[in-house]
T-cell receptor, first 115, second 118 residues
């Protein structure tokens, strides 16, 4: 059973550049989540998809952030005009819709450093 | 108010001993789930254990058990027979309102760092 994968694992970019991260969920999982984790903190929710529909977005997801899941499989998270405050770990998780007992399984994350 | 509170920023535990990690939560929902995840230095969040608000029995998974006290809104994680590989950050998380379409996100606490001493 292949777990959640994320690419790249690390990204260093200069302020003002655009970056894109990819997440491949566990194959039979129809829900996909993005979280952001800054140093010393717990992850914070960014957005969530059920199949290809984006059902919820956090206020943390500014206009510079966009996420897609075009065919209900992999997802991309793009950050435009990066700022130093975007430096964080970006975590993707997926789950199967089991209502009461839904459990999210996380990928290894993408560490972003904005210089 | 914080939805998930983990009051212990760091703990040392002797190898082979048990350790309890505290977690209190705040919600007005009747239907919610509580989770514990482990995050080693590599960064990946590893699911450990789940407790549903309607579950009458405390959850157990191998060396992990959850001490669920609903009236006190606490969901403490107990790790028995600690191993060196248990050294990591541990996060408590809650999912509220799973019956709602948008009620699926996890809210995390600030975490507790555990260091297991040989």
């Amino acid at each position: 059973d292949t777990g959640v994968s994320q690419d790249p694992r690390h990204k260093i970019t200069k302020r003002g550049q655009n970056v894109t991260f990819r997440c491949d969920p566990i194959s039979e999982h129809n829900r996909l989540y993005w979280y952001r984790q800054t140093l010393g903190q717990g992850p914070e929710f960014l957005t969530y998809f059920q199949n290809e529909a984006q059902l919820e977005k956090s206020r943390l997801l500014s206009d510079r952030f966009s996420a897609e899941r075009p065919k209900g499989s992999f997802s991309t998270l793009e950050i435009q005009r990066t700022e130093q405050g975007d430096s964080a770990m970006y975590l993707c998780a997926s789950s199967r819709d089991r209502a009461y007992q839904e459990t999210q399984y996380f990928g290894p994350g993408t560490r972003l450093l904005v210089l | 108010a914080q939805k998930i509170t983990q009051t212990q920023p760091g703990m040392f535990v002797q190898e082979k001993e048990a350790v309890t990690l505290d977690c209190t939560y705040d919600t007005s929902d009747q239907s919610y789930g509580l989770f514990w995840y482990k995050q080693p230095s590599s960064g990946e969040m590893i699911f450990l254990i789940y407790q549903g608000s309607y579950d009458e029995q405390n959850a157990t998974e191998g060396r992990y058990s959850l001490n669920f006290q609903k009236a006190r809104k606490s969901a403490n994680l107990v790790i028995s027979a600690s191993q060196l590989g248990d050294s990591a950050m541990y996060f408590c998380a809650m999912r509220e309102g799973y019956l709602k379409a948008a009620g699926n996100k996890l809210t995390f606490g600030g975490g507790t760092r555990v260091l297991v001493k040989p």
